[in-house]
T-cell receptor, first 115, second 114 residues
Framework: AQSVAQPEDQVNVAEGNPLTVKCTYS??????LFWYVQYPNRGLQFLLK??????LVKGSYGFEAEFNKSQTSFHLKKPSALVSDSALYFC?????????????FGKGTMLLVSP | NAGVTQTPKFRILKIGQSMTLQCTQD?????MYWYRQDPGMGLKLIYY???????DKGEVPNGYNVSRSTTEDFPLRLELAAPSQTSVYFC?????????????FGEGSRLTVL
């Protein structure tokens, strides 16, 4: 079975400061890892993904994420937060080695960036 | 392109009523999914389809049915609505090639069962 944990319900950060949204995962094989963002009353939008290769993945809107296999983590980061980054962020995982499998999402972390 | 289109955006049902949430995509994606989103619970997969004529249950299929007669359409049927089905429903699609999991989501359908 595959699972995702997002330990923080909410992350608060001041505009201009760096931000981190945490994610840990569990799969029996190798993972595909994803981050999605949801703005109010909207569907989820893809931000970035880790498939293989470089552990630091760059995505949309200046976001990046670092894959750490030993810690089974895939934390989302941004060097300088914007008020417009305030949204709900979801981490998701798929097990590469289980044939076709669906994405499992975490519970989401609300990011609030204050002016 | 319109992407993934869901209708209706909002609906109120009485207990025991039935309805169909419509989903259509114009990206020629083989894979389609229905998720429900409840506060603090993330997204739970209801049903998915890997192509026309093929559907499979997800994590929370009870009380729902789906069909996939065409590549474009993947309607979700609620039979005998219950208050526990009050939720926001999202339809999503993804291409077959690569199977690297990037999903394209619709805007959601907010359903209230009273």
């Amino acid at each position: 079975a595959q699972s995702v944990a997002q330990p923080e319900d909410q992350v608060n950060v001041a505009e201009g400061n760096p931000l981190t949204v945490k994610c840990t995962y569990s799969v029996s094989g190798n993972p595909y890892l994803f981050w999605y963002v949801q703005y109010p009353n909207r569907g989820l939008q893809f931000l970035l993904k880790y498939i293989t290769g470089d552990n630091l993945v760059k995505g949309s809107y200046g976001f990046e994420a670092e894959f750490n296999k030993s810690q089974t983590s895939f934390h989302l980061k941004k060097p300088s937060a914007l008020v417009s980054d305030s949204a709900l962020y979801f981490c998701a995982v798929r097990d590469v080695n289980s044939g076709y499998s669906t994405l499992t999402f975490g519970k989401g972390t609300m990011l609030l960036v204050s002016p | 392109n319109a992407g993934v289109t869901q209708t209706p955006k909002f609906r109120i049902l009485k207990i025991g009523q039935s309805m169909t949430l419509q989903c259509t995509q114009d990206m020629n994606h083989n894979y389609m999914y229905w998720y429900r989103q409840d506060p603090g619970m993330g997204l739970k997969l209801i049903y998915y389809s890997v192509g026309a004529g093929i559907t499979d249950k997800g994590e929370v299929p009870n009380g729902y049915n789906v069909s996939r007669s065409t590549t474009e359409d993947f309607p979700l049927r609620l039979e005998l609505a219950a208050p526990s089905q009050t939720s926001v429903y999202f339809c999503a699609s993804s291409p077959r090639t690569g199977n690297t999991g990037e999903l394209f989501f619709g805007e959601g359908s907010r359903l209230t069962v009273l």
